[in-house]
């Protein structure tokens, strides 16, 4: 009798393994794209639902003797009896689909989001002249002190909540490079006379961004991108590029030539969403190799400087002479995580000699001048080769500026201890730390990229070139 319940309770370690093997063989069956599962019980209630960016992989990882899904969903695994799945064209649309119906349906072993203020939700504004695209944890957009609604949350789309803040973050940075809207909280008024003579932030020369900040774009233009985005989000990609491909011919037939390119250039980044990045792809291996992950270091690092924004440029100086000849000033700019080369520049040291405080302030007073008056935007890290005093020299001049810097930091070198504005304490973090890295990374190349300028000079003094 009791052989017959071993083999016939559907709880038993024996039926369960045999079920296991069951759906692992229809779960690698499952086509070879991104999409949505949902874990089923007996009754067809689901348990679980979850992103993939292959179904099979993802969906047949459950059902392998060694899967270990943790304390919270290990239960789950006995429950299970069948599955759905939802293809979706793109990981983004895999991610939102997700967020969507976790949030229908509250699925019990989707614990995470007992709390949806402590997640993550993407917010498009609708009231501005030029719309922006930010990540939130406040989706009411309530001010705690206050208890007032911010201006941009009025009216405005407000998705989610998304269960993996990076996988959200990530899938806004690949959206931006195709539609360039803006993700700042600048306030920006079209036809603003102001708006001329701004200088806009990192991410419209590396093409994330169409800079309405600097007048570079109408708003009616702008709108239309940012309308193009929501629609992708919204809807499945063949049905967006069909609408895109109408009104490139539509423009091109109106010989509004510059809207057209613009729509191709954007059509042919979203066929490319599909192209896996290898190592031939590296942005610039040869100050790559060897160094942290970037995405990985961003995050780390704007955890250990407890910032509320994620990291995207960092800025880095070292100042570089001999016994005090030929002094000069380097700046490094790093955006997401990897050396961005077109911004580096150097600076010759024109006002001291031995004295690597004022050169320091010399340095930093003439790249930042423009920002600390409003008319361009700092970065989100500024880095200085130091230790504290180099620190208080460089914010000794950010305190004379009308506008002040969001983060400014140094890394002193042998102990390697991070030294943070208007904080006494440093902050010392274990050598594996990622973040650390990130600096240490930033760091090395304004010392590399220094010393290669004093050197030059030195050389066409020494050789009278």
Known sequence: MSDEIVQNDPNQPANLEERLRELGAKARALPDVPGVYLMKD???????????????????SYFVPSADLGPAKQPMLSLVIDFDTIECETEVEALLAEARLIKDIKPPFNVRLTDDKTFPYLVITQREDYPRVFVTRNPSGIDDRTGQIAPEFKGAKVLGPFIDPGALRESLKITQKIFKFRTCSLDIIENDPKNRHFRPCLLHPIGQCTAPCA????????????????????????????????????????????KAAAL??????????????????????????????????????????????????????????LQGNETVGSKVCFVDGRPFKNEYRRYKVNSVDNDDYRALQEVISRRYRE????????????????GLGQLHAAMDVFDTLDIPPPMVVSLAKKEELIYVQRKSAPIKLGRDNLGL??????????????QHYHHVLRRKKTLGE
Request: glycine fraction near 6%; charged fraction near 35%; hydrophobic fraction near 35%.
């Open 437 to 450: 890295k990130l600096l240490q990374q930033v760091r090395d190349e304004a010392h590399r990229f220094a």
């Open 42 to 60: 007996d009754k067809g209630v689901v348990l679980y639902v979850g992103k993939a960016k292959r179904l099979c992989d993802r969906v047949s």
């Open 264 to 321: 191709r250039d954007q059509i042919r980044a979203i066929e490319k969403l599909d192209h896996r990045a290898d190592t031939s792809d590296r942005w610039q291996p040869e100050t790559e190799i060897g160094y942290v992950d970037p995405q990985k270091g961003q995050v780390a690092l704007q955890r250990v400087l407890q910032m509320e924004d994620p990291i995207r440029c960092i800025e880095g100086f070292d100042i570089a002479h």
């Open 215 to 258: 007048n570079r774009i109408s708003s009616e233009q702008y709108k239309d991108d940012v309308a193009r985005f929501v629609r992708f989000i919204g809807s499945k990609r063949s049905v967006v590029l069909r609408e895109m491909r109408e009104q490139m011919a539509e423009a091109s037939k109106d010989l509004e030539f510059e």
């Open 371 to 386: 920002a600390g008056q409003g008319f361009e935007l700092y970065p989100d890290v500024i880095l200085i080769d130091g």
